[in-house]
């Protein structure tokens, strides 16, 4: 292998413009910056922890950002198998949202954005899967299960129920 400055600077570019290519699996990605990095230490141009670290978390798509934000203050983000273990899981909690799914934001999560599967979704006053019992379009229903358990008319007619029984 080829031991020059235009070697070195060669591989200096492709470690910094590295980016996750839709597909590619995550451990794959971070091996291939590994093995980017063993080639700098190898050719005498070590690159540091911080700066894999960068180079890592600037390669992935947008949907990682939630977890770059919680890196940023996190105590242990300058430790990379830390960083890296963060960022397996949250590849492995991404695997699980398909954005392709049917979802709705559910009520009083807006700021929250919070994606929910509708086929998952039982409404709890007509029963039917596909909304919540806040969107039905049916008559709210006297016997539905009440949507906030701790609602206080709730409260008080289930502590009325006790006492009379």
């Given at each position: 292998?080829?031991s020059?400055?235009?070697?070195?600077?060669?591989?200096?570019?492709?470690?910094?413009r590295?980016?996750?290519?839709?597909?590619?699996?995550?451990?794959?990605?971070?091996?291939?910056?590994?093995?980017?990095a063993?080639?700098?230490?190898?050719?005498?141009?070590?690159?540091?922890?911080?700066?894999?670290?960068a180079?890592?978390?600037?390669?992935?798509?947008?949907t990682y950002?939630?977890?770059i934000?919680?890196?940023?203050?996190?105590?242990e983000?300058?430790?990379?198998?830390?960083?890296i273990?963060?960022?397996i899981?949250?590849?492995?909690?991404l695997?699980?949202?398909?954005?392709?799914?049917?979802?709705?934001?559910?009520p009083?999560?807006?700021?929250?954005?919070?994606?929910?599967?509708?086929?998952?979704?039982t409404?709890?006053?007509c029963?039917?899967v596909?909304?919540?019992?806040?969107?039905?379009?049916?008559?709210?229903?006297?016997?539905a299960?009440?949507?906030?358990?701790?609602d206080?008319?709730?409260?008080?007619?289930?502590?009325?129920?006790?006492?009379?029984?």
């Amino acid at each position: 292998m080829a031991s020059g400055l235009g070697s070195l600077v060669a591989i200096w570019r492709k470690f910094t413009r590295i980016t996750k290519a839709d597909g590619t699996p995550i451990r794959a990605h971070i091996a291939e910056i590994r093995t980017i990095a063993d080639r700098l230490t190898r050719l005498g141009d070590k690159p540091s922890d911080a700066l894999i670290i960068a180079t890592l978390l600037g390669s992935l798509p947008k949907t990682y950002h939630p977890l770059i934000v919680a890196l940023d203050a996190h105590p242990e983000a300058g430790d990379l198998d830390f960083v890296i273990g963060r960022i397996i899981n949250e590849a492995v909690t991404l695997e699980h949202f398909n954005p392709d799914t049917p979802s709705v934001v559910s009520p009083g999560n807006e700021s929250m954005a919070l994606r929910v599967d509708v086929r998952k979704i039982t409404c709890h006053n007509c029963g039917i899967v596909g909304h919540f019992a806040s969107n039905c379009q049916k008559q709210p229903n006297p016997y539905a299960k009440p949507t906030k358990p701790w609602d206080a008319t709730n409260a008080l007619a289930i502590t009325e129920t006790a006492y009379a029984l």
